[in-house]
């Protein structure tokens, strides 16, 4: 079993699409272990996206993630890390395949409505960012 951090970015709640992405997190089979709600600080968006501090758009997209609300979730499940990055589409929802969430939802290379960890290192840590081990039902 596997797990990985999902959030619904402040595009994706502003627009009322909540309830969509875990419709689809939830028909895929993935198991949601962790969730809450919470309005990110700059400093804490900008910790939680240390890996990017060099790129050039990381003022943006921490300006962008402290914007609004996000939901933050810990989803559990064989494989879940890939299988809920295909279900999210490509960073780019242009390039994004039909039936994604990005293809679906996206309206910029920025606001692509959805967060996923990309590797089982990164998931531990991202997951361990936003939840204590009370806080997760596992
Ligand atoms: P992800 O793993 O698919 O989310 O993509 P990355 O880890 O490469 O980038 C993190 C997030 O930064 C993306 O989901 C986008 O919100 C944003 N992002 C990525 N590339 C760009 C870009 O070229 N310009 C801007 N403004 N934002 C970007």
Redesign the pocket.
């Known amino acids: 079993m596997e797990r990985t951090l999902s959030i619904i970015k402040p595009d994706g709640v502003g627009r009322g699409l909540i309830g969509e992405v875990v419709k689809r997190l939830e028909e895929s089979g993935f198991k949601i272990i962790a969730m809450k709600m919470i309005h990110l600080t700059q400093a804490r968006a900008e910790g939680f ?1 240390a890996v ?1 501090k060099e790129r050039p ?1 990381f003022n ?2 921490t300006s962008f993630m402290t914007s609004g609300p996000v939901v933050v979730m810990a989803l559990e499940g064989e494989n879940v890390i890939e299988k809920y990055r295909t279900l ?1 589409g490509a ?1 780019n929802f242009k390039d994004a395949a039909e039936g994604t969430i990005r293809k679906a939802f996206a309206t910029d ?2 606001k ?1 409505v959805v ?2 960890s ?1 590797s089982p290192e990164t998931a531990a840590f991202e997951i361990g960012y936003f939840f204590n081990s009370f806080e997760i039902i596992g």
């Open positions: 996206y990017h758009f943006s997209l999210m960073t290379i920025e692509n967060h996923g990309d």
